[in-house]
């Protein structure tokens, strides 16, 4: 009788996991219930939130003198963890750009998080799934229902009005 209990709660289980049920990752949903690896340094309580729930902290703050918009066009450095500590892309010594910070090119989180950043800052993100890559997650390295954290350097910024802002040395 045991055994039989136990062989229909697995079966069970394996059927309400296949139905609907939140994912392994559903644990990395909210940030603000997340518990980070230490080394990332994500402090919650000291980031600010934007309306759409990007949270960000500068932990450099450029000399710049263009704050970025969405639509300009930007030059980045940036590392992407899951909350675990997992390194997923890093672009070290690759500068990402120049793109226009729009939907087209990149996830929500960054349209949302990046704005007001100028040449030099060192921002870091946590970006919720429905503004990164949602339920779906990214091929076989961000699983689905999972937050993201970025640390992104701007190297330079090309506000939309044109004016070209000096690039910063690296």
Do not use: E
Request: hydrophobic letters at 40%.
């Amino acid at each position: 009788m045991l055994r039989r209990l136990a062989v229909v709660m697995v079966a069970a289980a394996g059927f309400v996991a296949c139905n609907g049920t939140p994912t392994a990752s559903s644990k990395w949903s909210d940030p603000t219930t997340i518990q980070y690896y230490p080394g990332l340094h994500v402090d919650i309580s000291r980031m600010t939130k934007t309306a759409s729930g990007v949270f960000y902290r500068d932990s450099i703050i450029g000399t710049g003198t263009a704050a970025i918009r969405p639509g300009d066009q930007v030059v980045v450095h940036y590392t992407l963890w899951l909350p675990d500590g997992t390194l997923i892309d890093n672009n070290q010594g690759q500068a990402l750009g120049p793109f226009a910070l729009t939907n087209a090119n990149v996830i929500q989180g960054w349209v949302d998080g990046l704005p007001g950043a100028v040449q030099g800052t060192t921002r870091q993100l946590v970006i919720p799934p429905p503004l990164a890559y949602g339920s779906v997650g990214s091929g076989t390295t961000i699983p689905g229902n999972a937050s993201l954290v970025f640390l992104v350097t701007v190297d330079r910024v090309i506000p939309a009005s044109g004016d070209v802002v000096a690039t910063q040395g690296r």
